[in-house]
């Protein structure tokens, strides 16, 4: 008598399936792709872990590797880090702004140092404290600062304080360097052209008939300022 075997059929999750012992393989066509938001102005497509880097140099001689590896070690995705060239002290970094931009709240900023985002203590602070009120957390490796603890909003804290330190301070020198200009009887801002002993020469040149051009071009001033400082000035060539 004929015996035939019949098997049960796989399941279909485990059909063209290549792993040892049957072991089940997602259908492909069953992919779901990943929820990203909408990416803006941003160049690149938003991550689904919300971690990105900066990294900046002053100069193209200079190399972003050592930066670029540094945030890959601390689990940033080499495709989110943002790369800049450009002096710190500049205000118009456009990467940084278009990356700033786009930060939202539960988002991490990873960068090297405090410095390549801030061209000085006021600047960094008040970048620090916009990302803070936004909810962006920002990380700093060099200065093992992470705004989502309760040591890095402290340093957050100082930061604004030193600050405004560092205004006032400013601002004294400044003050302190006009008093003692003024007490050894120089006055700041731009120097004059038209000194006392020019303005007497003019006046006595174009009383005595000299045309205005050449009277200007021999004290080396233009016309407009003889003009200014001699009263009723009348171009004799002019007139004539």
């Not at 007490?183 to 009383?207: F, H, N, W």
Request: proline fraction near 6%.
């Amino acid at each position: 008598m004929l015996v035939c075997d019949h098997k049960k059929p796989p399941p279909s999750d485990q059909l063209h399936s290549d792993t040892p012992n049957g072991a089940p393989v997602k259908n492909p066509s069953q992919n779901v792709p990943p929820v990203t938001r909408p990416a803006g102005r941003f160049r690149y497509r938003r991550a689904a872990w919300d971690l990105f880097g900066y990294t900046r140099v002053s100069t193209a001689a200079q190399s972003l590797d050592g930066q670029i590896d540094a945030l890959v070690g601390a689990g940033a995705d080499e495709r989110w880090i943002v790369r800049e060239t450009g002096s710190g002290r500049r205000d118009d970094r456009p990467e940084l702004t278009a990356l700033l931009e786009q930060l939202r709240g539960g988002d991490t900023l990873v960068v090297v140092r405090l410095d390549r985002l801030g061209r000085s203590a006021a600047h960094l602070a008040g970048l620090v404290r916009d990302l803070d009120e936004r909810g962006v957390t920002l990380r700093s490796l060099t200065e093992a600062l992470d705004t989502a603890t309760p040591a890095g909003r402290f340093v957050v804290h100082v930061l604004a304080a030193m600050a405004q330190m560092e205004a006032d301070l400013i601002r004294e020198r400044t003050l302190d360097g006009l008093a003692a200009a003024r007490a050894r009887g120089r006055v700041g801002g731009r120097p004059r052209v038209m000194t006392q002993e020019k303005i007497a020469a003019a006046r006595s040149a174009l009383d005595d008939g000299q045309p205005l051009a050449s009277v200007a071009r021999v004290l080396g001033v233009s016309e407009s300022s003889i003009r200014r400082h001699v009263p009723r000035t009348t171009d004799v060539s002019a007139a004539v």
